[in-house]
């Protein structure tokens, strides 16, 4: 699927940010181990998460949804089990990643694929780690297709993360919560924190201590946890794209509903406002142990910043569109670091790069980041300019937004995998004035 720009776009109105992706998988996955009666309302309904009940239900977890998008998980009489066919994660590398978690930790025998982004993802960094806790994984040179053997984990594991991933960090948690291991993470650089959240949410034993700017997260060998009925957060990954959309074209304001502002995500928030972003956040809550908020954002003058270190894990995901806020602000932006970004659902570096050229934006490449030389005015673009998305969301989302910008319609191309992370981009965009035509 191809989507074409138009060139109207004053976008104007209120919008509610859809379902956190990261927390859907999460309570699935948490939910359907607990193995007890619970509601989820706010779940993204995306293919990614999508992919993950699934999975999970192909191993009989008996996961329902009804007509108003709520889901259901209701106790079993019967515990997991194995399961003959491939469990397809599609292209979600939380998905994978969590589920072989959980399935090493439950001794559970089991095959694993998914599409071909995902096919070429690096899995080493999960496998590595399991197998050194006792699972029993191959893998084609640490790639999908990946099989599990049924195997029993060690009592007690402590590891090092050495890259910042939230999705290595949950692997092992959840692996160590089925198989009853007791588990010590040290996280040098905090990375999203939504997995120790909802273990506490429901009653597990595990504490977060931060010692010489460390994070040493302890989750104990033995845990009695108690389901309750969980709401969804928005998504503040989706939330960006919307609030770049709102800073660079000519939107006198505009507000974002039910936004998730756990610090560990909001870096975001912090990049775009030291650009000089005006957003406000008001009716701060929590819910379900995660903080939310509502958000008013202004046409904003934006300046060119520099981002490197710390922040980088928590923006990894807004990456993309924060390049695309500094393609229209004045001045340079820098961000190094980032050399995670080329293992994404697409080398996330190369294809912001294309993209610019395409577009004739002004930026250097290095093996860990970009410099943008950015200028606030509209882009005079020749008809039917065409950019490669490499069948990343992020990447698709991002250059439909710099669409706003440009003097003659754009073509994005291959863009059905918006829907993993945000089903209802299009129509959200076409309710606030900015109309795309599929193609
Ligand atoms: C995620 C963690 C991040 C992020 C991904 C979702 C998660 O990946 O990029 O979109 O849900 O834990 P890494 O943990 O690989 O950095």
Do not use: W
């Not at 300046?303 to 340079?332: M, Q, V, Y």
């Not at 300019?385 to 991002?398: K, N, V």
């Amino acid at each position: 699927m191809n989507l074409t720009t138009s060139t109207d776009g004053h976008i104007l109105g209120k919008v509610q940010c859809p379902g956190d992706k990261s927390i859907s998988q999460r309570v699935l996955i948490l939910g359907a181990f607990m193995n007890q009666d619970m509601v989820i309302d706010g779940f993204l309904h995306g293919e990614d998460p999508l992919s993950t009940m699934n999975a999970l239900n192909q191993l009989g977890a008996g996961i329902s949804t009804d007509a108003d998008d709520r889901v259901y998980l209701c106790k079993r009489n019967k515990s997991f089990h194995n399961c003959k066919n491939a469990l397809n994660l599609g292209n979600s590398g939380t998905g994978l990643r969590l589920m072989l978690g959980l399935t090493s930790g439950m001794g559970l025998k089991a095959s694993f694929c998914g599409d071909e982004s995902l096919s070429s993802r690096p899995m080493e960094r999960v496998i590595n780690p399991l197998a050194e806790m006792g699972a029993s994984i191959r893998s084609s040179k640490g790639k999908l297709p990946i099989s599990i053997a049924s195997s029993k984990l060690k009592s007690q594991y402590t590891y090092e993360l050495p890259i910042a991933s939230a999705q290595v960090k949950s692997c092992i948690l959840l692996a160590g919560l089925a198989a009853g291991t007791g588990i010590e993470i040290i996280e040098p650089i905090q990375t999203r924190d939504h997995t120790e959240r909802m273990l506490k949410n429901f009653g597990a034993n595990i504490e977060t201590n931060s010692i010489d700017g460390k994070n040493i997260i302890k989750l104990k060998s033995s845990n009695n946890l108690n389901a309750k009925n969980y709401t969804v957060v928005g998504d503040i990954s989706s939330a960006a794209f919307i609030i770049v959309a709102a800073l660079i074209s000519d939107s006198s304001g505009f507000e974002i509903t039910n936004v998730g502002i756990n610090p560990s995500r909001t870096g975001v928030l912090q990049a775009l406002q030291k650009m000089g972003a005006n957003i406000e956040i008001k009716n701060q809550r929590i819910e379900s142990g995660e903080p939310c908020a509502d958000l008013i954002i202004k046409k904003s003058k934006l300046r060119g910043i520099e981002l490197s270190g710390t922040i980088i894990p928590n923006i990894i995901d807004e990456i993309p569109i924060i390049s695309i806020a500094a393609a229209f602000a004045d001045g340079e932006t820098v961000i190094r670091d980032a050399k995670e970004l080329r293992f994404k659902e697409s080398d996330r570096l190369m294809a912001v790069s294309e993209g610019f050229t395409s577009l004739g934006i002004k930026h250097e490449n290095f093996e860990d980041g970009i410099s943008i030389q950015g200028a606030p005015n509209q882009l005079l673009v020749d008809q039917s300019i065409s950019i490669e998305s490499y069948g990343d969301h992020r990447i698709a989302m991002s250059f439909i937004i710099a669409g706003l910008k440009c003097s003659k319609p754009i073509i994005v191309r291959d863009c059905k995998n918006i829907f993993t992370s945000f089903p209802n981009f299009i129509e959200l965009l076409s309710s606030i004035g900015y109309k795309l035509e599929r193609q």
